[in-house]
DNA sequence: TATAAACTCTACTGAGTCAATAGAGATTAA
DNA sequence: TTAATCTCTATTGACTCAGTAGAGTTTATA
């Protein structure tokens, strides 16, 4: 499952990629627009702000952009900064690989061999979807929406 | 990420699919080989019991055995009795659907879209691995190995 | 029919995580 | 200098996870 604050976090995402103009906009609209606790939104977007996502601006008029063209954020990387690694267990990370301590032989183990093959799937998925994709396809549904 | 009781799972379910014969193997057996705590792993069985993936005999000389043929027990349907749906989010799941409750429009959310694509590709390969190809394909590692 | 050997069921516990809140601190524009 | 903004760390309550405990039920068999 994905936690509440990686939904946020893309939530966030979209509000700062949706927004037309460069000027930066405070944590308090963005909290107002993406429907997230302010308080809590503080600890996201600093925690996307570290990896590069977001730019800050602080001081008065100051608040949010993106930290980058929103061709070059992906779900992946929103995800693995906010929940962590994608696999299904740490034996098959390739962001964040660690040991299992009761395995008996890793290269032969079949459960492993199952979620590493999940891993690369998800991953594959996760990293080639983009916000500024996500951002294109959701106009463009909710434009098909409502002529229908 | 799956939980470490999935994971029990799977390595207790590999020990009964390894069995030959057909007589029972008890907790405590199934413990031991599995490196699974006894008390866990019990519940963990009786979880796997009422689902039918095991079948138990109690009282003396009693056990489980598996409670069908190795090709009809798939991944998918372990881990979603033990941890609970695949998808990244309840409202991308097709086996325990719920809407987010703070979810503008389901229809044209682009985040659910995508993860919609990643539940789709991970249940396609856990409902497709078996545990009887698990245990050919762990076997077959081991073989290879050794002769290496 | 008594007994030992097994599974069954419910409750409990300690550690950790999740979602959110709080508040003092640092920075900036004007 | 001040108001407006982001930054950082701590705390909280509810919940989940991993595991333990123990009384209850069923069965084979002597």
Redesign the interface.
């Known amino acids: 499952?994905?936690s509440q604050k990686a939904?946020y976090a893309?939530?966030a995402l979209?509000v700062l990629g949706e927004h037309e103009g460069n000027e930066p906009i405070m944590i308090a609209d963005i909290a107002e627009q993406a429907?997230v606790p302010r308080k809590f939104l503080e600890q996201i977007l600093l925690d996307m702000k570290r990896r590069g996502i977001v730019h800050s601006q602080r001081g008065k008029f100051g608040g949010y952009t993106l930290g980058r063209d929103p061709d070059d954020i992906d779900?992946a990387e929103v995800i693995r900064v906010i929940d962590g690694p994608l696999?299904?267990?740490p034996c098959a990370s390739r962001t964040a690989y660690r040991r299992?301590d009761?395995c008996e032989?890793e290269?032969?183990?079949?459960?492993r061999?199952?979620?590493l093959?999940?891993r690369d799937?998800?991953a594959?998925?996760?990293e080639s979807?983009t916000l500024a994709q996500?951002?294109m396809?959701?106009k463009t549904?909710?434009k098909r929406?409502r002529r229908n």
């Open positions: 499952m994905l939904r893309l939530r979209f429907k779900f696999a299904l267990s299992c009761d032989d290269t032969t183990c079949a459960i061999k199952v979620l093959a999940v799937a998800t594959e998925i996760l979807r996500a951002i396809d959701e549904a909710k929406k």
